[in-house]
């Protein structure tokens, strides 16, 4: 069924595919769960606590979106206006992804000041996080208050790109951070442990990009094409794929311990732990006997 105005395949199609891929993403959000409670039961509580935060969240964000789709594709079939009035589930799931977002920054923040000890960036990122979740809980408000999405969209179009960009320029300085620390710390060690910091380095790089391509897709529907739910479907699925990167950084500490035993010396020194770092981080020393450095990576 099509009426003027009223395009399926850009309202409904973009909606259902949407809550299918990010429902996928859960998915594998949750093996990552698994995997790390399983292979790091020495980390520290505040990465257990913030990993279970993360889920829950993610949970409650997957039933919020399913449910929103099932009320649109299911329980109002046929009926167009629905779709130009205010998804109130949606609501929610944007206060939630706002919350994930702002524990993915944190995490992150805490890992590049133990990496580098830069104050600066630490401090930027944690105001970042701040404001990420201001703005989110704002915007739940203004879609709260507003009767239809035309409404929101004419009195708060700039609300949600303004999130996005600030998380495009929150997931840069992280990406370079990490970038410039990594490739800094390339230079004092030997090759085969160059290897492992280089396997760092394109993670960083990779998971950098998938955040930052996919923000910036969300931005330019948003812009470009308001009136649909393509941008939305997209807000469905951007949250999951943070989870996902911030799980998958925590568990790839796992490869990095297993991938050149040889060249990496895991003291048995308290300050350096040889099974899941109780720190949090892989500790990377080089074996030259001469000049030993420690590294948190």
């Not at 899941?276 to 080089?286: E, F, K, Q």
């Amino acid at each position: 069924m099509s009426t003027p105005g009223f395009n399926p395949n850009l309202m409904i199609g973009p909606l259902i595919l949407g809550n299918t891929l990010s429902s996928v993403l859960f998915g594998i959000l949750t093996l990552q769960t698994y995997l790390y409670y399983g292979n790091f039961p020495n980390d520290p509580r505040r990465n257990k606590i913030a990993v279970a935060a993360v889920w829950i969240l993610e949970c409650g964000h997957f039933i919020c979106t399913f449910v929103e789709t099932w009320i649109d594709a299911v329980t109002h079939f046929g009926e167009i206006t629905i779709y130009f009035l205010i998804p109130r589930v949606l609501a929610v799931s944007l206060l939630i992804a706002g919350l994930v977002l702002s524990i993915f920054t944190l995490m992150f923040a805490d890992r590049i000041y133990r990496m580098s000890n830069n104050k600066y960036i630490f401090v930027f990122l944690c105001i970042a996080s701040a404001v990420r979740l201001l703005a989110s809980t704002a915007n739940y408000i203004a879609i709260w208050r507003s009767e239809d999405i035309l409404e929101y969209l004419d009195r708060w179009n700039w609300a949600i790109p303004a999130q996005l960009g600030l998380g495009l320029l929150t997931d840069l300085v992280i990406t370079l951070s990490l970038v410039i620390y990594l490739k800094k710390q390339n230079r004092t060690m030997n090759h085969s442990t160059m290897r492992i910091v280089d396997t760092l380095v394109w993670w960083s790089i990779e998971s950098g990009c998938s955040t930052v391509v996919l923000g910036i897709a969300t931005l330019l529907t948003m812009i470009y094409l308001p009136h649909t739910y393509i941008w939305i479907s997209m807000l469905l699925i951007i949250t999951r794929v943070y989870s996902n990167v911030l799980l998958a950084s925590l568990n790839g500490r796992a490869k990095l311990r297993a991938l050149k035993r040889t060249s990496v010396i895991l003291s048995t020194d308290p300050q350096f732990p040889t099974e899941a770092p109780s720190h949090g981080d892989i500790y990377l020393m080089t074996a030259s006997k001469a000049s030993v450095s420690a590294q948190a990576i």
